[in-house]
């Protein structure tokens, strides 16, 4: 499985930036997709997550991107978006894509490459 992440630039502060993950390979459905960054010096944190079941998509937003961050996902096109909108020197970072899936009690565990992020004041 491969994960490539796209959209990412210098944008200012207030401004909107919209991420793509493509996916490609043996993916399995159900999955679990995910947006994470990495600040430098920091520890990489989850930014949003849809767990998919198969019937329904329980989405997740850490408490500091809430309100502003959007993620969507189209599972027809193995493809997952982050719309980021009124961007600040905070969300600077690289963001990575994250596909995971559980089967038969094995983690199936992907990331991409990553994609730079930098908000300018």
């Known amino acids: 499985v491969q994960l490539v992440e796209s959209g990412g630039g210098l944008v200012q502060t207030g401004g909107s930036l919209k991420l793509s993950c493509a996916a490609s390979?043996?993916?399995?459905?159900?999955?679990?997709v995910a947006w994470y960054r990495q600040a430098p010096g920091q520890q990489r944190e989850l930014v949003a997550r849809?767990?998919?079941?198969?019937?329904?998509?329980?989405?997740l937003y850490a408490d500091s991107v809430k309100g502003r961050f959007t993620i969507s996902r189209d599972t027809a096109k193995d493809m997952a978006f982050l719309q980021m909108n009124s961007l600040s020197v905070e969300d600077t970072g690289v963001y990575y894509c994250?596909?995971?899936?559980?089967?038969?009690?094995?983690?199936?565990?992907?990331w991409g490459q990553g994609t730079q992020v930098t908000v300018s004041s």
């Open positions: 994250n596909l995971f899936w559980r089967w038969y009690g094995l983690d199936y565990d992907y």
């Open positions: 849809i767990v998919s079941d198969g019937l329904t998509n329980n989405v």
């Open positions: 390979g043996s993916i399995w459905k159900p999955n679990t």
